[in-house]
């Protein structure tokens, strides 16, 4: 046994040997270059898969065309150029959900108020022994555990309002305006909006030849007409009209049709107002208020010789 394992050993060291002196003969042979011929993807060039900005020559938009309408005939006016930092701000959804929230919280009124054990009237004597009786113990009759009593851990007036960034906030009003703006459901009519009712209607009205309740229907049925001619109806998700101040005829008629649309005043929009409706019916100056009002975050505090240079975006050129 041990004369083949040393037969076999022998056996393994001569072709280890012959192995390693092919291997440097192999080394040592060098391969003309004439014989290898790179292949057709070799050769091709490796493409240009980024390029720079400068190449490119991108520019961003600095201005988007917004048209003016009259109302309520739907007629467009005039085409007006407005900066891209007011109508054309990228959808942040999270920083519309933080304005959302934050109006919402702060309009809570927080006076919900239970009195405890303590606060409620009437005497303090134990209802009954603690002895005796074979029934629960029991103490005053202010007890949680009886009818009348007092509650435990109820509520109590306290404030629900949350806090928010001004920067943050002004840029959720503009990224909500632009959000519609970019959508097509933006309306921006004429400085004046009013709703004409026929000369026959007021005519009727004038002579009290028309009861209340009749004129009360015309106002509903008038109100329909303009809003499902124009797509601002009820089909179409309703809508919401935003004037400078309040005017007699709009307002009275859209409150006959709450379920066609609504419509407030300036001062009463919040960044909910200008997501909630399926169009957004604004007067020109309206939209202008809201623009200035809320762009704390573009504003550039420059001063030359202790004057204060303004700097923001400009908007309202008359194209055409």
């Known amino acids: 046994m041990a004369s083949k394992g040393m037969r076999g050993l022998n056996e393994a060291l001569r072709n280890l040997s012959l192995s390693s002196q092919t291997c440097r003969e192999a080394v040592s042979h060098r391969i003309p270059s004439s014989t290898f011929t790179r292949s057709m993807a070799t050769e091709a060039p490796l493409p240009r898969i980024t390029t ?8 961003p938009i600095t201005t988007v065309p917004l048209t003016i309408f009259n109302f309520p005939s739907f007629e467009p006016a005039r085409l007006e150029s407005w900066s891209a930092k007011h109508l054309h701000v990228p959808l942040r959804r999270d920083i519309l959900h933080l304005a959302v ?23 303090h004597r134990k209802v009954r022994p603690q002895k005796g009786l074979g029934r629960s113990r029991a103490g005053t009759r202010q007890s949680p555990l009886f009818r009348g009593g007092g509650k435990t851990f109820g509520p109590k007036p306290r404030d629900f309002g949350t806090k928010i960034t001004r920067k943050v906030y002004d840029l959720a009003w503009r990224t909500a305006l ?5 959508r097509g459901e933006l309306v921006v009519c004429e400085d004046g909006m009013e709703l004409p009712y026929p000369e026959e209607y007021l005519e009727m009205v004038r002579s009290h030849a028309i009861s209340r309740e009749l004129a009360r229907e015309f106002r509903k049925k008038w109100a329909q007409q303009v809003l499902d001619t124009n797509d601002w109806g009820r089909r179409a998700g309703r809508s919401t009209i935003i004037t400078t101040d ?18 407030i005043d300036v001062l009463d929009v919040d960044v909910k107002d200008l997501l909630e409706t399926g169009r957004l019916v604004v007067e020109r100056d309206a939209l202008k208020a809201m623009i200035e009002a809320h762009q704390s975050d573009l504003v550039t505090k420059v001063f030359v010789d ?6 923001t975006p400009e908007s309202g050129m008359v194209l055409v």
């Open 178 to 182: 632009s959000y519609r703006y970019r």
């Open 101 to 123: 929230v934050y109006e919402g919280d702060n309009t809570r009124q927080g006076t919900a108020s239970t009195k405890n054990r303590w606060e409620v009237a009437g005497s």
């Open 52 to 59: 720079s900005v400068a190449d490119t020559g991108y520019k």
């Open 306 to 311: 202790n004057v204060r240079v303004p700097t």
């Open 246 to 263: 309040p005017r007699d005829n709009l307002y009275e008629a859209m409150a006959e049709v709450p379920n066609w649309g609504r419509a």
